[in-house]
């Protein structure tokens, strides 16, 4: 007689979409839409939620791994932070690039790979996975063909840049020569430097990319195309400015996961104020800060953490930067007539339920966001004011009317955006961070929520009950988020002072 115990049955793996919903990433209402979008496209689920910004690729690949560890094959990443001949002569191919892991696999040595690999990313981990013969040698193949192509630099300069987590591009062409900045942390910088003949290629083939006309250098033209990055399509604006016989040549990266992070990722200090406001069905809730303060980031992020399914969500925007699933995006198109205040018009005769207006800047706009409010519907709008108090004085200018505001006002967030301190070396300088100090940006800010009329008439009468921005960058430096000088870079001289008084134990 046999007294051993049967072997336990394996444990059930928990599956993609499941696994999402356990973690909070995803409600059940988003996985029914995209298995629906599935059926029709036959895509991947991922790939699906990825494109709709409901996951971020970090996301994806943990569920991978954490789900279906096989699933990582179907993973591939072109970049241009390791040379080909360095990925052919150790026969590598990326797989992907997330949450400070970069995820290799290799036909020949680990070791001798990771030796020739890790001066490239000497702030990464590096993760071996399971090779697949023929995916990494069709891999090396489309490497080595890159190499040939004739627009291989401009691959090579943008996917350098997206790995570089640059977010604009600067080419300048001289009287001989040319050159590249990048814009890196709000912060421009040398990156390239090359001959007028391979400018002349590369202002070609980007204009062509871009849809605009090759022969004309006389006029200011503005385009844009797609690449495939990182296992996703991003955008790319770019702009052609006259400069005599050359033009100068801009281009914005627009990489989702990069700039579109949850509310809780962007740093807000006193995020639940803005949330209490969007969270009312109506009202008037403002965003306010110069231009690059990440305004539109901000509210991006406020729009999908909201129910697109369940309500009508429109946004009027100039121009729109990043797609959101189930939401009506409208380009503003002044040539046509169609500005701010003729779409929020339009989007009141569509049974909205939210509506959001890219920059209230004139009275007219202003007055047709006042009534959408007094309609029924939330309404976030942006303005270009310093401070709470600074959105009172622009509202008056616009002509809106104290007593509308009593009853419609909601919230008030004013940020602008401030360097973080690199974590790899907490300031002085590394490979991670191009030896700056900085590793990344966080939203200063001050922001209040008005829950009652007496709310609303003591901030029209001048009271405070908030800290302002300037306070909430200086309890960041002092959290070691950021830096005393990078503080007094943003606010000058005031900064300074305020400083003075906290060393001296007066403030």
């Not at 891999?139 to 604009?168: C, N, P, T, W």
């Not at 800010?445 to 609303?456: I, K, P």
Request: aromatic share 8%.
């Amino acid at each position: 007689m046999n007294d051993t115990p049967p072997a336990p049955a394996p444990a059930k793996r928990t599956g993609f979409g499941e696994y999402l919903i356990q973690k909070g990433y995803i409600t059940q209402q988003v996985l029914h839409a995209a298995k629906a979008e599935q059926a029709i496209t036959q895509e991947r689920l991922g790939l699906i939620l990825c494109r709709g910004g409901f996951i971020s690729r970090a996301t994806l690949l943990e569920t991978i791994l954490a789900t279906n560890p096989d699933m990582i094959h179907g993973e591939s990443l072109f970049t241009a932070r390791i040379p080909a001949d360095v990925l052919m002569g150790t026969r590598t191919m990326v797989v992907a690039e997330a949450a400070g892991k970069v995820y290799l696999a290799t036909l020949e040595s680990e070791r001798q790979a990771a030796a020739e690999i890790k001066p490239y990313y000497p702030e990464a981990e590096l993760v071996f996975v399971a090779a697949d013969f023929e995916k990494v040698d069709s891999y090396l193949e489309q490497v080595r063909a890159m190499e040939q192509d004739d627009d291989s630099l401009v691959d090579k300069i943008l996917r350098r840049a997206f790995a570089d987590g640059v977010s604009d591009l600067h080419i300048v062409p001289r009287y001989d020569s040319y050159t590249i900045f990048s814009r890196y942390l709000g912060r421009r910088a040398h990156t390239h430097e090359g001959t007028l003949d391979e400018y002349n290629t590369l202002s070609a083939r980007i204009k062509d990319l871009s849809r605009m006309d090759l022969a004309e250098r006389r006029v200011p033209q503005d385009g844009g195309f797609q690449m495939e990055y990182n296992g996703k399509l991003v955008d790319l604006r770019v702009s052609a400015i006259p400069t005599g016989n050359s033009e100068y040549i801009v281009i914005r990266l627009l990489d989702p996961d990069r700039v579109q992070p949850s509310l809780d990722g962007l740093g807000v200090t006193r995020i639940s104020e803005w949330r209490k406001g969007v969270s009312r069905p109506d009202g008037l809730c403002l965003i306010a800060g110069p231009t690059g303060s990440g305004k539109t980031s901000t509210l991006n992020a406020s729009i999908r953490e909201m129910d697109r399914f369940g309500s009508s969500i429109f946004t009027m925007e100039d121009p729109v930067e990043y797609r959101i699933p189930y939401v009506g995006q409208v380009n503003k198109n002044e040539t046509l007539g169609l500005d701010f205040s003729r779409g929020i018009r339009a989007f009141m005769r569509s049974d909205p339920d939210v509506i959001v207006v890219g920059e209230i800047r004139d009275a007219e706009t202003a007055r047709n966001a006042i009534k959408a409010g007094e309609t029924g519907h939330l309404v976030l709008g942006t303005l270009h004011t310093g401070s709470i108090f600074g959105v009172v004085a622009r509202l008056r200018d616009l002509e809106v009317p104290q007593h509308e505001l009593l009853y419609l006002l909601r919230s008030i967030l004013v940020q602008r955006l401030i360097r973080t301190t690199c974590v790899h070396c907490k300031g002085d300088g590394c490979p991670a961070c191009y030896h700056s100090g900085y590793g990344g940006r966080t939203v200063i800010s001050e922001s209040a929520y008005f829950s009652t009329e007496e709310d609303v008439k003591k901030l029209l009468a001048g009271e405070r009950s908030w800290p302002t921005m300037l306070e909430d960058a200086i309890l960041k430096c002092q959290q070691g988020i950021t830096t005393r000088k990078e503080v007094i870079r943003v606010f000058g001289e005031e900064a300074l002072m305020l400083f003075e008084k906290l060393d001296k134990g007066e403030a």
